[in-house]
């Protein structure tokens, strides 16, 4: 922004200033921008200041214009301002020269975010004839869907769209060599306002469309896909929205670890533990998701919900993170419902779990359990006993002692 004013101010000096101003006026505007150039502003600055005090307003619009260069180098932007409101007060130069300060102001109070004023220059300029309707067009686009005036924002949005449209096409008949010395238009930043108005405005079928077409025209990124899943969350279009996912992680578009996370959520609460349970174990595959403790608990609940038992014990038996006295309660209790005691004895009895804690007490009634199934009356008993003096698991142990009929 501050090389399109700088040079607005050059342009200027060159034209309307040398017809309006007296030589030395003139000579010494050239001389500040010399300075100006070199970014030696202290001596630029020396120059300009006798010359706000000219009584030609001309000349004082036009010192104050390369005050204002200084103050954009300076990225002092609200002194900048100051300077062009004042040359507007003037009104000395010619119209077009007043638009090309009022294209300047729209632009740095857009930069300020005063959207308002910005929008009020905007507005003004697209009344006159000498002007870039396009770029006014972008101004208002923009200032309208910061001020949340989306329905104004999509009616400059889309001019600005079908205007880059028609730039794209120019640019894409060029013959490539001479691509190379031209900027490509970009349509993706204006789609995506776009999209946000009619997403934010909740027109959902609106919106839908217009980011189908962002995923069909621009790289597949992976933020359009998510955006398309939230569309169909916010719609409970839950069907479309598991599909949509599915889609774009197949096609390998889903790749955060945050997102797979959602979308293994989405999973699991739709009850689809299989392709929950897949989802983890290829997502640690691919080194996305962590082979951490919170992710086995997931993976393994997913594979039980899933009645995947043999691929539970697998996980249960082999991994890491399964050497946890809550999943050996868990192998034990697996093993016990599918009427295996043996290995229930096998994977508990030789244990040692800390004392008198509820993970103690249950491997003690699972060992009593199994030990009655094999008919091992004298081996229940002395697991029931422990288990009577563990506070957790003390009444449990009274009940099936009495179901039992044993007599401890």
């Known amino acids: 922004m ?37 970014k030696e502003y202290k001596q630029a600055s020396n120059i300009l200041k006798p010359l706000l005090k000219d009584t030609n307003n001309i000349t ?19 002194k900048a301002i100051s300077n062009y409101e004042k040359i507007l007060k003037l009104d000395a130069f010619k119209t077009n020269e007043i638009n090309r300060v009022k294209y300047v102001l729209s632009q ?26 396009e770029l006014i067009y972008q101004n208002l686009t923009l200032a309208y869907y910061y001020t949340e005036e989306y329905k104004q924002s999509i009616i400059y949005d889309e001019k600005v769209i079908e205007n880059k449209k028609r730039l794209l096409d120019e640019y894409l008949q060029t013959p490539k060599e001479k691509q190379k010395n031209k900027t490509k238009p970009n349509l993706e930043t204006w789609y995506k306002i776009l999209y946000s108005s009619y997403f934010e405005l909740k027109q959902y079928p609106k919106a839908i469309e217009i980011i189908k077409y962002m995923i069909n025209t621009f790289e597949s990124k992976e ?4 955006q398309l899943v939230l569309i169909y969350q916010n719609t409970n279009g839950q069907k479309q929205m598991l599909s ?12 955060h670890k945050n997102n797979i996370q959602y ?21 640690i595959k691919k080194g996305i998701l962590k082979d951490d403790k919170l992710n086995f608990k997931t993976l393994v609940n997913a594979h ?30 697996i093993y016990y419902n599918k009427s295996n005691y043996k290995k229930v004895i096998s994977t508990l009895e030789n244990l040692k779990f ?44 009274k009940k099936i002692i009495k179901q039992l009929g044993y007599k401890i």
């Open 263 to 283: 979308f293994i959520n989405m999973l699991l609460q739709n009850e689809l533990y299989n392709k929950a349970a897949l989802l983890i174990e290829d997502g």
């Open 304 to 333: 039980l919900n899933a009645k995947n038992i043999k691929r539970a014990i697998k996980l249960l038996t082999t991994n890491v993170n399964a050497k946890d006295e809550y999943y050996e309660i868990l192998l034990g209790n």
């Open 60 to 78: 004082t619009s036009y010192a104050l214009q390369s005050f204002a260069s200084i103050y954009l180098e300076q990225n002092k932007y609200k």
């Open 108 to 133: 740095l109070y857009l930069s300020e975010t005063l959207y308002k004023k910005s929008i009020k220059y905007s507005l003004e300029l697209l009344k006159s004839k000498d002007t870039n309707k």
């Open 2 to 38: 501050k090389k399109i004013i700088l040079i607005l101010t050059l342009l200027v000096l060159s034209t309307f200033a040398k017809e309006t101003l007296s030589n030395s006026a003139f000579n010494k505007l050239q001389e500040a921008e010399k300075f100006i150039e070199k």
């Open 354 to 397: 800390k004392k008198n804690t509820k993970y103690e007490g249950q491997k003690n009634i699972l060992l009593a359990l199994s030990y009655y199934e094999l008919e091992k009356e004298e081996f229940s008993k002395k697991y029931l006993k422990k288990a009577l003096s563990n506070k957790f698991e003390k009444l449990r142990a």
């Open 244 to 255: 949509t996912l599915e889609l774009a992680y197949d096609k390998g578009l889903i790749n």
């Open 223 to 226: 933020e359009y896909w998510m």
